[in-house]
């Protein structure tokens, strides 16, 4: 073999040693740049994996926190309706500044003066126990009812309003204690007396889930239970509060519409049980003007006035019934 041949192999096994060594230095892993690029890939994936997972840890604790507060005022609505409504919450529900005493005092002398009427125009016996207890005991009750559910009607015709009082002033940049407090002065009653109270509770150190809670004593309303739970929610999660007291006033203007068109519909059946309710004791007043003698019998005679007292109870029965037959719970 000549010298040149001997030359070429020997430059071929170099260059496959040289190609071979840089082969394996370069097969055998990534470059310092690669691995770094590597690295930081992986640190960024372990980054934005750790975010996911702290975004759904923080959610799913708010959505924790949200239920529990939920679940709290359930309960405590419960042991409330278990509760029996005294004398005293029912005067303050009306608006009264008055104490039970004064009510007893108002009773007795309703009674009183009942009594003397049916004494003076002697009356049996039992006509005039059943007059006295029911002047007595049912009319002031009555009364005090009355002005409780109209106080009630006009406080949530108005609560509407109040709410988008707060909502506008909590987008522009107002303190809720400022927006209750605009309520306060400018709402109308009873609106205005009840926010008053609430934010002179709170002015005076006290919280505003207990204030809610007594203002949801002095006016049980599903309305005020609506706020209550908003309010409360926000305190203790957070929350976009102007959002969700402008979707709590939309729904209590919806409620509101559709109360209304319920009282329409129902009208027709409330003109007609007026009418059957007042048509026996207005043919009982017309015959006794036209005809006293015929009539007199009933009011003298001790089984004519046990026939007007059996009369009365049974129209009362009839018109008990009515009542509930048009009276649509909404």
């Not at 640190?43 to 529990?68: C, F, L, M, P, W």
């Not at 150190?205 to 207990?210: N, P």
């Not at 001790?302 to 037959?325: D, E, K, V």
Request: with cysteine; proline share 4%.
């Amino acid at each position: 073999m000549g010298p040149d041949v001997t030359f070429i192999l020997a430059a071929i096994s170099a260059f496959i040693a040289v190609a071979g060594a840089g082969f394996a230095l370069t097969a055998g892993g990534p470059s310092k740049r690669q691995a770094k690029r590597i690295s930081r890939a992986a640190g960024g994936e372990a980054v934005k994996a750790s975010k996911r997972k702290g975004g759904q840890d923080q959610t799913a604790a708010r959505r924790r926190q949200i239920q529990d507060s939920i679940k709290e005022l359930e309960e405590r609505q419960k042991r409330e309706r278990k509760k029996t409504l005294t004398l005293r919450a029912r005067i303050e529900q009306a608006g009264l500044d008055w104490k039970p005493i004064h009510f007893w005092m108002l009773s007795g002398g309703a009674g009183l003066v009942a009594g003397l009427l049916t004494f003076l125009t002697g009356q049996h016996p039992l006509i005039a126990i059943a007059f006295t207890a029911t002047a007595a005991f049912g009319l002031p009750r009555w009364i005090l009812g009355f002005m409780r559910s109209s106080r009630q009607k006009k406080f949530s015709a108005s609560f509407a309003d109040a709410l988008d009082i707060i909502v506008r002033g909590v987008k522009s940049g107002l303190p809720l204690n400022e927006c209750l407090k605009i309520i306060a002065n400018e709402a109308p009653e009873p609106v205005k007396s009840e926010f008053a109270t609430l934010v002179e509770g709170i002015g005076m150190g006290v919280e505003t889930t207990e204030g809610m809670r007594r203002l949801k004593e002095r006016m049980p309303l599903p309305e005020v239970n609506f706020f209550a739970i908003v309010l409360v929610i926000q305190s203790k999660s957070g929350g976009n509060l102007a959002e969700a007291l402008q979707n709590l006033s939309t729904v209590l203007r919806a409620r509101k519409m559709m109360r209304e068109k319920i009282g329409a519909l129902s009208s027709e059946a409330k003109a007609s049980a007026l009418i059957i309710g007042a048509l026996p004791p207005g043919v009982l007043g017309i015959v006794s003007v036209m005809s006293p003698d015929y009539m007199s019998l009933m009011f003298t005679h001790p089984l004519g006035q046990m026939m007007l007292m059996g009369g009365a109870i049974w129209m009362g029965f009839g018109i008990l019934m009515m009542r509930g037959m048009i009276n649509f719970k909404h």
